[in-house]
């Protein structure tokens, strides 16, 4: 059975930086690309970053692009997101995800197979 798990949330000042950790057990981490969600109270799942199984280039979101970092450690079974200079507006519940239906990454969690627990992001001023 399939499981993630997130680590490293916490509480962050405006301009820290935080490392969250997703950790796959149960399966063949290489299979898969992972991607990062947030969501905050009454609003819809928002896509952040994804990371392929291949050699391709990460997504990001626009309002983490340059901020944010995704990447993957395949002998660790472990997907990270590096969050630098965190705004108060990054604040929210950050989900890993995996999935294996599309070659490369998608936006769209609906392709995502495994989800994380999350884990609570709070930045504030």
């Known amino acids: 059975q399939v499981q993630l798990v997130e680590s490293g949330g916490g509480l962050a000042q405006a301009g820290d930086s935080l490392r969250l950790s997703c950790e796959l057990s149960g399966g063949n981490f290489n299979a898969y690309y992972y991607g990062w969600f947030r969501q905050t109270p009454g609003l819809e799942r928002e896509f952040v970053a994804a990371?392929?199984?291949?050699?391709?280039?990460?997504d990001y979101a626009d309002s983490v692009k340059g901020r944010f970092a995704v990447s993957r450690d395949d002998a660790k079974s472990t997907a990270f997101l590096q969050m630098n200079n965190l705004k108060p507006e990054d604040t929210a519940v950050y989900f890993c995800?995996?999935?294996?239906?599309?070659?490369?990454?998608?936006?769209?969690?609906?392709?995502?197979?495994?989800w994380g627990q999350g884990t609570q992001v709070t930045v504030s001023l």
């Open positions: 990371i392929s199984r291949r050699r391709v280039p990460p």
């Open positions: 995800a995996s999935g294996s239906t599309v070659l490369t990454t998608t936006r769209n969690p609906e392709m995502y197979d495994y």
